[in-house]
């Protein structure tokens, strides 16, 4: 073949080149709308259990969640075990996958741990907030206030989750934070329970939600660790005194433990 004829042919090369470009960019794609698709579909599934409208003990069934929020089961499937290793959900071997529910001694458990992090969270919170900072959690107790004064449990709750959240945040720890989160996501449902069930639940976790702020702003580590440890103990405590107080039954995935 001539040098002339064979410079009027296309490189092989190129043409495998261009005909992969777009499949590569389709795949690329598909690959960060599948992503999306399930941060999104997480996210959701994430509000409505911390909302109460999914309940411990739930089963979550990947086809019917899927045809609801009108995705395929792919991104469903992945927002399970991201769920799973948030600790909201578990999978349970020939059963499917389940909202998680844990015991009332189980909970104690994990508000003794949660005691420990908060106090270390006051004391970094603390050192690292900036005046910002300081301004966003003001925000927050102000918001806090009027769901509080309106005994309004379904604003005032996630407002209380994105305080404890953002003084995790503040620290700039990110293995305090993933640990933190985790045992919050545990808890759900029983500090949901003490703001329903209490009585002065709502004017008590302000207060001390706005002397934790003070704390904070001060710079006093000691301090906001303390407020926080504190926070945490008489969460629980106030927790078994509104079940006690309330003899109505408690939902099914609340289960009652006596200490021994």
Do not use: C, W
Request: overall charge negative; glycine content about 6%; proline content about 4%.
């Amino acid at each position: 073949m001539s040098s002339t004829a064979s410079a009027n042919l296309p490189d092989p090369h190129d043409e495998m080149t261009k005909a992969a470009a777009p499949r590569g960019l389709s795949s690329a794609i598909e690959l960060l709308r599948s992503h999306s698709l399930t941060t999104l579909v997480q996210q959701e599934l994430e509000r409505r259990i911390l909302a109460g409208d999914i309940l411990p003990g739930d089963r979550l069934v990947e086809q019917e969640v899927a045809g609801e929020l009108n995705v395929s089961r792919g991104p469903v499937r992945e927002a399970f075990r991201a769920l799973e290793q948030a600790g909201l959900v578990v999978t349970e071997k020939n059963r499917g996958v389940f909202v998680r529910q844990i015991s009332l001694r189980e909970a104690d458990e994990i508000y003794e741990v949660r005691a420990g992090l908060d106090d270390l969270i006051g004391r970094l919170a603390a050192e690292r907030a900036t005046a910002a900072d300081h301004a966003e959690l003001r925000a927050l107790i102000a918001e806090m206030r009027v769901a509080g004064k309106a005994k309004d449990v379904s604003a005032y709750y996630p407002l209380n989750i994105r305080f404890h959240d953002r003084l995790a945040q503040i620290t700039g720890n990110g293995t305090l934070l993933a640990a933190y989160r985790r045992l919050i996501n545990e808890l759900h449902l029983y500090r949901r329970q003490t703001l329903e069930r209490g009585a002065d639940s709502f004017h008590t976790s302000t207060r001390q939600h706005a002397d934790i702020v003070e704390a904070v702003a001060a710079r006093d580590g000691p301090r906001a660790g303390e407020l926080l440890y504190r926070h945490a103990v008489e969460s629980r405590s106030r927790l078994h005194e509104a079940l006690e107080r309330d003899e109505t039954l408690p939902p099914p995935a609340l289960v009652r433990e006596t200490a021994p």
